[in-house]
Structure formats: C-alpha cells, structure tokens
C-alpha cells in the first residue's frame, strides 16, 4: 500500500505517529483534493453559464436543449470510477485497521467513569497511561466496566468503542517513541471532557524494563504512595486538591472538617471516615454530592487505603 501514500503534507491534521497514520491521511487528502476539484468545477460552471446565458431582452426565448449523450455518459462514468476508487481504497485501508497482526502485544484496556486503565500481561497495571514500544504491532482488547466509552489517539488515527458486557478492539504500531494523547470521544457523564490518558511509547528495550520495574515497590513510604496513587487510580478526575468543584468533594482541607451528610447528621472527617468513604462510598454521601463513585476502589489494599489517608491527610 505504500506506493498510494501521497500528499503527504500533514501541517493541518494532528502528528501521524502510526503505521497506518499515512495511509488514513493519503486516503483523506486524496478525497479532499478530489472534493476541492469538483466543487470549484461546479460552482466556476455554474457561475460561467448564469452569466453567459442570462435574459437579454423580455421577448428572447431560449434555443431547446439538446440531448448530448457524451456528457450525459461522462457524469455517470466519471463519478462511478471515483466512488468505485475510493471504495477500493478506503475498504483496503479498513480491512488493515482492524486486522490486528497475529503477534501482537495483547493488552487489556477497562473504561471506566471516568478514567482508562490498563492491564498488561504480565499483570501490571496502569491507570491513564498506555505504555507501549515503538515499532511492534500493539491490540488493545477492550471494555468497559459501565457506560460506553470510545478511545481514540488522534495521533494513531485510530478510534474504537468500548461497550459494556463485551470486548471490542483496535490494534495500531507507533512509529516513534513520544508521548501522545488519548480522548474518550463517547459522551459518558459529567466528567467525559476530562477522561484522558497518555499514550506513552518508549524504544523497544526500554519497554521491558518499564515493564519489570512497573510494580509498587513495598518499601515507598504512604505519603507518597498516595500521591501516586491518587494519579494512577485516577482519583483527580472527581476530587480536586486545590479545592476547585468536580463530580466529589475536593480533598483540600478534607480531613479534619464537619461533613454534613444528605439525611442531616454530620460528622468529622477523620481516619475512619475517610477509609469508609473509599471502601464503601455509598454509606454516608455528603450533600451536594450525589454519590457516583465507582466500587472498583473497595479491591484496594489495607496499605493502599492507608497510602490514600495519609495523602488526604496532607491536602490542608
Ligand atoms: Cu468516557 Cu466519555
């Protein structure tokens, strides 16, 4: 397919960073350059006979039109051999998109509301940041833990739903080691415009060992580890630390302050308050904040849950 790649001036459309980026463009510039074309031949003819033959004269009647079959022939070949063309073209350029490669990288990706997590074979996972190497076929197996999302990397030009109740997939191989970005492009909820996540190619050896040394290590002190995990698990995406409104309160001067709750009763946000509202989120829900949070977090561990404390602690 190479030899169709053409019109490769991309300063209009975001970094091609994929192996079938170019081929997704010259498709695109093709069409638009074709569109281009007939749309000034249209508007230049019609223009060139409103002019050459207006009314002159109140009695002037017009010559009959003849029957011309050579033109007649030429509008119904012309366009037909194009959306013929196109079609080739386009259905080649599909058939490769979603055929992933039999040795591809499998790696799983959940959708949740509202952030991307993802699982590599070798168990580790990641939250909001996709590593991949550069250079070698990657499939994303897909989906998602409640309403459908769609995840897309502009810089790929690749985008594929992720469903409820059923894996969908896309596979792509990045040309080149960067840092590109992901968009849930599937209206999911409040905080839709903010589920994104990075995709993040690294050189082939330096994959591994990101890979190797991709575990928490048991020795990071909590505070810390919070912080992290407050990234990775994705936690910033409804709780604020510099005490701006999203979906949950913000973790600014959290702990420590009265919480009144939807019944009336109140109570302050200590150690235990604070463990409840991320293992079971629902028990007590603060006015004002209709409870969404997902109960996915209830899997995290007794040092996890302390790590998060201890973070919370912090945000005064
Ligand atoms: Cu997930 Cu929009």
Known sequence: MSGMILLQNTAWLPEAASSIAPEVDSLFHFWTLVS??????????????????????RDEVPEPVQEKKVVELAWIVVPTILVLIVFAWGFRVYIKMYTAPPDAYEILVHGYQWYWEFEY????????????????????????????????????????????????????????????????????????????????????????????????????PLAELGARLYREKACFSCHSIDGSRLVGPSFKGLYGSTRTFEDGTTAVADENYLRESILQPGAKVVQGYPNVMPASYASLSEREVAALIEFIKQQQ
């Open 36 to 57: 281009a074309i007939i749309f000034v031949g249209v508007v230049g003819a019609m223009t060139f006979f409103v002019v050459r033959y207006r009314r002159r004269r």
């Open 121 to 220: 074979p070798n168990g580790v996972k990641t939250t909001n940041e996709l590593h991949v190497p550069a250079g070698q076929p990657v499939k994303l197996r897909m989906t998602s833990v409640d309403v459908i999302h769609s995840f897309y990397v502009p810089a790929f030009r690749v985008k594929q739903d992720v469903l409820p109740d059923r894996y969908s997939a896309l596979w792509f191989e990045a040309t080149r080691p960067g840092e590109y970005t992901v968009f849930c492009t599937e209206y999911c909820g409040t905080q839709h415009s903010g589920m994104l996540a990075k995709v993040i190619v690294h050189p082939r050896e330096e994959f591994e060992q990101w890979l190797e040394s991709a575990g928490i290590p048991e020795d990071m």
